[in-house]
């Protein structure tokens, strides 16, 4: 019986691990949408601030509330895999997701309310807490942090910003901005750039980069179109830079804004019903 519990508790931490850097890898979805063509179109004064830049940037999709269903790729030089889940979020305090391929992972289930975490892990019939210190682990094998899911640092309130110019990216001329983080401010990044559309403040590009100031990895946001009432990239690819052929693949298939979700998504209960 104690082998049994061990080996249990052993699991539940390899799942936890792998788990959790998905909540941040939809938090950088965040970044990504459009609030509409008006206030958009008001926006684009002559004069904007780099701070208003990334403000801007990071709020386009948001919404009061969202929902939507997203496909993960993670490639390797040798092998590939997919997986499916479901995504809530309401503001920036609730967030819930249901993982529903492949089969072995269906059923695990995210919950954070505020800055606490929690995970279903079905095969065990457990719900763990997930520690601060898990932030900046791999979920399932990817490139996709805790952190970068559930946006423990934030873009906007944790680095300092500025307007570098602008660049031509994809076809289109873009905002280029230089963010570094506030003194005593715990973030993953020493420094990253950030590309942002002139004309709607859509995210083009992220560059990412250590305290040795190497850069680490490239966000590209690509597929730019109509979704769920706004203009939004709909894939989002990580790229290792000393890992050629490593890549991290973030599909959104549907998606809607601002309509009522029912309190018991963001539960306990919720979390332990898988389906």
Not at 18 to 45: K, N, S
Not at 175 to 188: D, R, S, W
Not at 205 to 234: H, I, Q, S
């Amino acid at each position: 019986m104690k082998v049994l519990q061990v080996t249990r508790r052993r699991e539940a931490g390899e799942d936890s691990r792998r788990a959790f850097g998905l909540f941040r890898c939809l938090a950088l979805l965040l970044l990504v949408g459009g609030t509409g063509g008006t206030a958009v179109q008001t926006a684009r004064a002559q004069e904007v601030s780099a701070e208003e830049i990334v403000r801007r940037a990071d709020a386009l999709t948001r919404g009061e509330t969202q929902a939507g269903t997203y496909r993960m790729i993670i490639a390797r030089p040798d092998w590939e895999r997919t997986m499916g889940f479901e995504y809530w979020s309401e503001g920036t305090e609730k967030t819930f997701i249901r993982v529903k391929e492949p089969v072995k992972e269906r059923g695990v289930g995210f919950l954070k309310i505020k800055r606490e975490m929690w995970q279903y892990v079905p095969r065990i019939n457990r719900v763990i807490k997930i520690p601060p210190s898990m932030m900046l682990q791999s979920w399932m094998g990817s490139d996709f942090t805790n952190d970068d899911l559930v946006k423990e640092s934030s873009i906007v309130d944790d680095y300092e910003h500025r307007l570098v110019g602008r660049e031509a990216v994809e076809g289109g001329e873009a905002y280029k901005v230089e963010l570094t983080p506030k003194p005593q401010t715990p973030v993953a990044w020493d420094r990253l750039f950030f590309w942002v559309r002139v004309e709607d403040f859509v995210p083009l590009r992220a560059e990412y980069f250590n305290e040795r100031g190497e850069r680490v990895r490239t966000m590209l946001y690509m597929d730019v179109k109509a979704m769920g009432g706004r203009t939004l990239p709909t894939r989002f690819e990580i790229l290792e830079e000393k890992e050629p052929g490593r890549k991290t693949v973030l599909v959104l298939e549907a998606v809607t804004f601002n309509k009522p979700i029912d309190p018991s998504i963001f539960t306990e209960q919720n979390l332990r019903r898988a389906r």
